[in-house]
């Protein structure tokens, strides 16, 4: 099986909430864009949270949309750098190897959110950091069990706590 690599983290000195994902999707590694699939609900949420953000989707969008998450300090990354998986699902990730979070070095990082279990499982070593951290409801699509306003209702809490809303 064919060693995948992750996404570079979209990061700055101002990153005061880090959202950490499990390991992008096929579709995100095709694209080499966080949460590309159009039926992954993370840049609706944040559109609900941020009602004046940048809704285009097309592909020259995906700077802007990255430009607008740091100007309100929020950062993305995944728990993984690299992994074997088939399909997109994280039941099926093997032999994953973990991102350095510490290394990232983000002098105004105030919390961690885990979006979704998967992500949730490196907690332990996320709150070594000495900051809060949050398990956020799964963005996914195969988080059916969560209507999205049980999912913006979590996601904006924790926006909301750290001073992003």
Not at 45 to 54: D, G, H, K, V
Not at 66 to 74: A, R, V
């Amino acid at each position: 099986m064919l060693v995948l690599q992750g996404l570079a983290p979209i990061v700055s000195p101002n990153t005061r909430v880090l959202i950490l994902g499990s390991f992008p999707g096929v579709r995100s590694l095709q694209l080499q864009q966080y949460y590309a699939h159009p039926q992954n609900q993370f840049w609706k949420l944040l559109q609900a949270i941020w009602p004046a953000s940048p809704r285009e989707t097309s592909l020259d969008s995906y700077e802007k949309r990255s430009k607008w998450l740091l100007e309100h300090g929020l950062g993305v990354w995944d728990v993984y750098a690299s992994c074997e998986r088939e399909g997109s699902l994280d039941t099926a990730i093997r032999h994953a190897v973990p991102n350095d979070i510490a290394a990232l070095h983000l002098p105004q990082l105030a919390a961690i959110a885990h979006n979704g279990g998967e992500s949730f499982k490196h907690a332990r070593h996320t709150r070594t950091l000495g900051l809060p951290v949050y398990q956020l409801p799964s963005t996914s699509p195969a988080n059916a069990s969560w209507t999205f306003e049980r999912k913006l209702a979590a996601w904006r809490e924790v926006m909301e706590r750290h001073g992003l809303v």
